[in-house]
């Protein structure tokens, strides 16, 4: 796998002046376009796109001091459409515009080039399962939610603040299956998985019982599922336990991710400090383990 990661940012590095299709890099790591997304933005730390961006700029900004072309070629070139949106997007990378760049010869930031190198990590082990389970609904509240990778999501505290004990008693009342209890769900999420970027959040139960008139439902296909289990500090042990499988875990095992929900159960403890998290991701076999 990291040879074929490696071989994706070698394409990207050719076709900077052209169109880059994630497809064709997931076809490059022999995984789906979808896995291929999740599993970069993971191990890099930024969005697929993202990365592109400022790796063409790098370049770019590189030319421009250079003076060999005028600044429309070179925005033509790495694919703007005109000089005013190759400005704007010179200036929120480079903190400057590419005109003021070329006559103070201002300094430019840079994107470095990303490669992926094997590192002695694993010592610790992951609790995980498989499971396969049948088309189930989830029934709960609904609201659309920014994303956001570290610390507390303002957003998403307010709205589950705002639901009320009787109906969160009402929802635990109609779980009849795993994951049981209160879960969070997490669906509709930008392809970029960028901060702040917004997603459709569930916060309900998973069952078969019919919903009350004033719940969402989610239906949820068949399919297969990979659940992981952590224990340690409140929001931390959330957000890192989705980091862990991805950089750790799908690396190290014969599955991919697949469309669908993310489920999570969380307890927490009185003092809500710490947590108990059991994460549902739906995933496949890769292709060459089937």
Not at 85 to 95: E, I, L, M, N, P
Not at 126 to 150: N, Q, S, T, W
Not at 200 to 219: C, I, K, N, S, W
């Amino acid at each position: 796998m990291l040879e074929r990661l490696n071989q994706a940012m070698e394409h990207i590095e050719r076709h900077l002046d052209q169109r880059i299709e994630a497809a064709d890099l997931a076809r490059i790591t022999a995984t789906s376009e979808y896995h291929f997304r999740r599993l970069f933005s993971a191990l890099a730390g930024i969005p697929l796109s993202e990365y592109v961006r400022r790796r063409r700029l790098t370049v770019a900004g590189a030319e421009v001091l250079a003076g060999d072309r005028t600044l429309l070629e070179i925005a033509v070139r790495y694919g703007y459409t005109s000089g005013e949106a190759f400005a704007r997007a010179f200036r929120a990378v480079h903190g400057v515009g590419p005109g003021e760049a070329r006559r103070s010869g201002a300094s430019l930031r840079s994107q470095q080039r990303l490669s992926f190198r094997l590192t002695v990590e694993g010592n610790s082990s992951m609790r995980y399962r498989i499971v396969e389970k049948d088309e189930f609904r989830v029934v709960g509240r609904k609201a659309r939610v920014p994303l956001v990778h570290e610390g507390m999501n303002p957003a998403l505290v307010d709205f589950i603040r705002g639901i009320g004990q009787e109906t969160l008693q009402r929802m635990r009342n109609l779980s009849d299956q795993e994951p049981r209890g209160i879960v969070g769900v997490s669906v509709n999420l930008d392809p970029s998985r960028a901060e702040g970027t917004e997603l459709d959040y569930h916060h309900g139960v998973v069952t078969r019982a019919a919903a009350p008139e004033d719940m969402d439902v989610l239906t949820v296909p068949a399919g297969t599922w990979a659940v992981f289990e952590s224990s340690g500090p409140f929001p931390q042990t959330l957000q890192y336990l989705w980091r862990d499988v991805f950089t750790q875990w799908f690396p190290s095992n014969p599955y991919r991710s697949r469309p669908g929900p993310e489920i999570l159960r969380t307890l927490l403890s009185p003092d809500a400090a710490q947590a108990d998290a059991e994460l549902w991701i739906p995933v496949e076999l890769e292709r060459t383990a089937v």
